[in-house]
């Protein structure tokens, strides 16, 4: 069955680091695949959208990165803040046309000045 | 712009009660979505609509769990009767046409969810 992989513990870094959160799936095929913050109480917020054909995304502090082969994405924030601090989800979907997002359970990040 | 408007915020219910939850996505948004998403886990698509037809209901518990958008703009979502394990946000969310690619990044606008909590 497919399966999304994001680390079920917290991120726990410094101001200033690099934060680095994987996403791994198995059983699946995605043609594009997000990535959405979620803080407490709120809906998830996009953030990146990448391609299956597309190796690397930049915005801002953001990057995200996608390998196919080995099914995986990486995302990072460079010279993290503690606003930064909030689970980040990664979501797979298929296909150009009507696509059924699929979601990871999300890491939590946690920043500490 | 506004964004996706959800009521109530919070419901506290028995089990074996009824509740309704409702939503209101973007203006011009033809793709609606319900997720369930439960405490620690990543949201579940529960019922997919475009417009007023429902493209993706795979994963709904049809038994207990009905969804309907009437004239293709609001939604609601009802769960009848309820059971201690649909403790969960109910999160709707919207986008421009049929998600996915069609248009830019497939982008979901997700509203602020519906705590519900079954005792």
């Known amino acids: 069955s497919q399966k999304i992989e994001q680390n079920s513990e917290a991120l726990n870094i410094q101001e200033g680091k690099t934060a680095t959160l994987t996403c791994n799936y198995t059983?699946?095929?995605?043609?594009?695949l997000q990535w959405y913050r979620q803080d407490p109480g709120r809906g998830p917020v996009f953030l990146l959208l990448i391609r299956e054909n597309e190796k690397e995304k930049r915005k801002e502090r953001l990057k995200v990165t996608f390998d196919t082969t080995l099914k995986q994405s990486l995302f990072h924030i460079t010279a993290s803040q503690p606003a930064d601090s909030a689970t980040y989800l990664c979501?797979?979907?298929?296909?150009?046309?009507?696509?059924?997002?699929?979601f990871g359970k999300g890491t939590m990040l946690l920043v500490s000045p | 712009e506004a964004g996706v408007a959800q009521s109530p915020r919070y419901k506290i219910i028995e089990k074996r009660q009824s509740v309704a939850f409702w939503c209101n996505p973007i203006?011009?948004?033809?793709?609606l979505y319900w997720y369930q998403q439960i405490l620690g886990q990543g949201p579940k698509l529960l019922i997919q609509f475009q417009n007023n037809g429902v493209v993706d209901d795979s994963q709904l518990p049809k038994d207990r769990f009905s969804a309907e958008r009437l004239k293709g703009v609001d939604s609601t979502l009802k769960i009848q009767p309820a059971k201690l394990e649909d403790s969960a946000v109910y999160l709707c969310?919207?986008?421009?046409?049929?998600?996915?690619?069609?248009?830019?990044?497939?982008?979901?606008?997700f509203g602020e969810g519906s705590r519900l909590t079954v005792l």
């Open positions: 203006s011009g948004h033809a793709t």
């Open positions: 059983n699946y095929s995605p043609a594009y």
């Open positions: 969310a919207s986008s421009p046409r049929g998600g996915g690619l069609v248009l830019g990044t497939g982008e979901l606008f």
């Open positions: 979501a797979l979907g298929r296909g150009s046309g009507y696509s059924t997002l699929t």
